[in-house]
C-alpha cells in the first residue's frame, strides 16, 4: 500500500520568508499524481497545487512551488514571501491509478506565520 | 453558488444514536469520498463512490453505512454511534478519477459523541 509520510509536525516561518515542509512518498507506481492541500483554521481543505510524476519540472502556482525528487521520493513545497494568510495545516497527497483513484494523505504539518 | 455541501457543520450526539451526515455536490462529479480527520492522523478514509450506486469501503469503514442512490448525494450514517466516531468528516468529490487531479472538499462536519 502506498504511504505518505510527513515529518514535521510543526513549522514556523517569519513573514516574508521561505520555508520548506517536507513529504516522503512510497509507492511501487510509475505513473502516479502528487498533491499539496492547505487547511486553514476555517477548516477548508483547499487543494494548491498538482504535480504529475511522469513531469520532470517541478510544479509552481504563485509563491507555491515544488521540489520533486523522483528517485529519492520526496515532494517538498516551498512557499516564499510567506504571509499571515499562509498559516495552516499543510497535507501532502499520493493518488494513482490503480486503486480507484482514491488519494493517501500524509498527517500534516502547522505552519505558523510570525509577523 | 455551486459546489459541495456538507450539513450539518457541528453535531453533538449520544452513544449509541444513529446520525447522518450530508454531502451533496452540484457538479455532477462521478467519484465521491468520506474521510475522517483526526489528530495525528491526518485524513482516513472511509467510504468512497465512483458513481450513482457504486460504493467501497475504504481505510476505516466500520461502523459506517453509505448510500448513493444519485450522483449529486452521498449521506454518511453512523449506524451506533460511539466515542470513537468523534471527528471531523470531509466529503469530497472529484469529476475525474481523483488520482488525476485531487479533490474538491466539503467544508467539514465536526461530529462529537458524548
Known amino acids: 500500500a502506498q504511504t505518505v509520510t510527513q515529518s514535521q509536525p510543526e513549522m514556523s516561518v517569519q513573514e516574508a520568508e521561505t520555508v520548506t515542509l517536507s513529504c516522503t512518498y512510497d509507492?511501487?507506481?510509475?505513473?502516479?499524481?502528487l498533491f499539496w492541500y492547505k487547511q486553514p483554521p476555517s477548516r477548508q481543505m483547499i487543494l494548491v497545487i498538482r504535480?504529475?510524476?511522469?513531469?520532470?519540472q517541478n510544479a509552481t502556482e504563485n509563491r507555491f512551488s515544488v521540489n520533486f525528487q523522483k528517485a529519492a521520493k520526496s515532494f517538498s513545497l516551498k512557499i516564499s514571501d510567506s504571509q499571515l494568510g499562509d498559516a495552516a495545516m499543510y497535507f501532502c497527497?499520493?493518488?494513482?491509478?490503480?486503486?480507484?483513484?482514491?488519494?493517501?494523505f500524509g498527517d500534516g504539518t502547522t505552519l505558523t506565520v510570525k509577523p | 453558488d455551486a459546489g459541495i455541501t456538507q450539513s450539518p457543520r457541528y453535531k453533538i450526539t449520544e452513544t449509541g444514536r444513529q446520525v447522518t451526515l450530508m454531502c451533496h455536490q452540484t457538479?455532477?462529479?462521478?467519484?465521491m469520498f468520506w474521510y475522517r480527520q483526526d489528530l495525528g492522523h491526518g485524513l482516513r478514509l472511509i467510504y468512497y463512490?465512483?458513481?450513482?450506486?457504486?460504493?467501497d469501503k475504504g481505510e476505516v469503514p466500520d461502523g459506517y453505512v453509505v448510500s448513493r442512490s444519485k450522483t449529486e448525494n452521498f449521506p454518511l450514517t453512523l449506524e451506533s454511534a460511539t466515542r470513537s466516531q468523534t471527528s471531523v468528516y470531509f466529503c469530497?468529490?472529484?469529476?475525474?478519477?481523483?488520482?488525476?487531479?485531487?479533490?474538491?472538499f466539503g467544508s467539514g462536519t465536526r461530529l462529537t459523541v458524548v
Open positions: 463512490s465512483a458513481a450513482a450506486d457504486i460504493t
Open positions: 504535480q504529475e510524476a511522469y513531469k520532470q
Open positions: 469530497a468529490s472529484s469529476a475525474v478519477s481523483g488520482a488525476n487531479y485531487g479533490y474538491t
Open positions: 457538479w455532477s462529479h462521478s467519484y
Open positions: 509507492t511501487s507506481e510509475s505513473d502516479y499524481y
Open positions: 497527497a499520493y493518488g494513482d491509478n490503480t486503486n480507484a483513484g482514491k488519494s493517501t
